[in-house]
């Protein structure tokens, strides 16, 4: 059985270097008597023919290569929002963003009615440093109309050499005409933790789950522990919008905080593929008082950490419910230098939860307070779940409308007010552990579940 290892909400950071790798399909699959008897390789020879056909009266001559990749996006797109064919060029970037440093313009972005839809810019990139937002709308690519093109397609005209320029057109709400953002692409550093002293309380930010998190993490609590030693009234750990990434460092992190008891249970399509991962000895912040932030940007490797610490009642939850990617996916490396993500298993929270299609409910539901001149900007409407995403997996323990049940919930956005001081999210974090009293426009918001 190959290991799961990814988890990342679809995000496509967009990355340096052209190129597209050639594509080959050979690889041979042993015939069982239930493949025959399903008819599978009737249709097989359908797609020989169909695949004969165009090459042989196509008005123009076609590219070979380009007709099978689109098979194969084709077939895995009619699967689930994460399964997906990624060509050399993609797996070698898949690969880099990995490590946390590669080159480009640094945004996560999603396909959203044709146009590319930015996620969120990360942090001291190329494309936050250019001003573009969460929400923003991207229509043209150099001047080019990007409908009709695939997000794997838009974001691979958005790559290119390092320092060279590329001009997005983009929409924005609140903004009556589209407009120009030039960008100069860069190497982008990701720095998975980032951390300060709160008043008594150690801050924790967890931006993404890559190869140096738990590492970044351990590091983090190690330096809050020797500058505040006893005055360490507890920890804030914020995923708010952090979109997830590699299983072992959301298994790590959740470990981090715990001295015993499950972390997630791993169910795949046959019983016998079930893995349950628990913690070890030794909790890093012996048993300090935490909280963490999540919001509907909170996703999959995000999910599995706030699921882990509340069902092993080690945190207090705090914030809008996730976003609901409760899926696995695997990289299967192809002959050709390319591979394969597909969805294997579904997780499951300690409490025996799946998560997928409804997310994590905080323990106490803190809507962020948005400034009224960003009101019309930041609709309900707008919210992405996995809810919403078309072909989504539905939630094997929920026998109603987890699309409707999702819309229902309130507040589950994915503003963060950058100024920690309006912050009404991590206000009430920062009061529940120092004793204080949460300033009057947390309260406001505040539920308790």
Excluded: C
């Excluded at 695939?150 to 929409?171: C, I, Q």
């Excluded at 709400?173 to 709160?198: C, L, M, S, T």
């Amino acid at each position: 059985m190959r290991k799961p290892r990814y988890l990342a909400l679809w995000t496509l950071l967009i990355v340096a270097a052209l190129g597209l790798g050639s594509l080959t399909s050979g690889l041979a699959r042993s015939r069982t008597a239930a493949d025959a008897g399903s008819g599978v390789y009737r249709q097989l020879n359908l797609f020989e023919e169909v695949l004969r056909d165009v090459r042989s009266d196509y008005v123009e001559k076609p590219d070979s290569t380009k007709l099978i990749e689109g098979a194969i996006t084709g077939m895995l797109s009619g699967l689930d929002p994460h399964s997906s064919y990624m060509t050399p060029q993609q797996f070698r970037d898949m690969e880099a963003e990995e490590t946390g440093e590669f080159g480009g313009l640094g945004l996560e972005v999603t396909m959203e009615d044709g146009v590319v839809k930015v996620v969120a810019p990360v942090e001291g990139t190329p494309a936050a440093k250019a001003g573009i937002q969460s929400g923003d709308l991207i229509t043209a690519i150099n001047g080019k109309d990007i409908h009709g093109l695939t997000l794997e397609e838009a974001v691979e005209k958005m790559r290119g050499r390092v320092r060279a320029p590329v001009t997005l057109t983009v929409t924005r709400k609140g903004v009556e005409e589209p407009f120009d953002v030039k960008i100069v692409r860069g190497i982008i550093h990701v720095i998975p933790v980032k951390y300060d002293a709160e008043n008594g309380v150690g801050y924790i930010r967890i931006t993404t789950f890559n190869e140096h998190t738990a590492r970044d993490l351990r590091g983090a609590i190690d330096n809050l522990n020797k500058n505040m030693g006893p005055k360490l009234k507890g920890y804030v750990i914020d995923l708010r919008n952090d979109p997830g990434g590699l299983l072992d460092q959301a298994i790590l992190v959740s470990d981090t905080f715990l001295n015993r008891g499950e972390i997630v249970l791993i169910k795949g399509r046959h019983p016998n593929q079930a893995q349950e991962y628990n913690a070890q000895p030794g909790d890093l912040t012996k048993g300090a008082k935490l909280v963490v932030l999540i919001n509907g940007g909170s996703a999959s490797a995000s999910e599995i950490v706030a699921g882990a610490l509340k069902d092993n009642h080690r945190a207090t939850i705090i914030g809008t419910r996730s976003f609901g990617k409760g899926s696995v996916q695997t990289i299967i490396p192809l002959r050709n230098g390319g591979a394969l993500r597909l969805t294997t298993a579904r997780y499951i929270t300690p409490s025996g939860r799946s998560i997928q299609a409804e997310g994590i409910e905080p323990d106490v539901v803190v809507a962020e307070k948005i400034p009224v001149e960003l009101e019309d900007k930041i609709a309900a409407e707008d919210v992405v779940s996995e809810a919403s995403l078309p072909h989504h997996l539905k939630n094997e323990s929920d026998a109603g409308d987890t699309n409707a049940k999702h819309k229902e919930q309130s507040g589950s956005g994915t503003y963060v007010n950058p100024d920690k001081q309006k912050d009404t999210q991590l206000l009430y974090a920062l009061g529940l552990l120092q004793g204080t009293t949460v300033s009057i426009g947390a309260q406001d918001n505040a539920e308790a579940k």
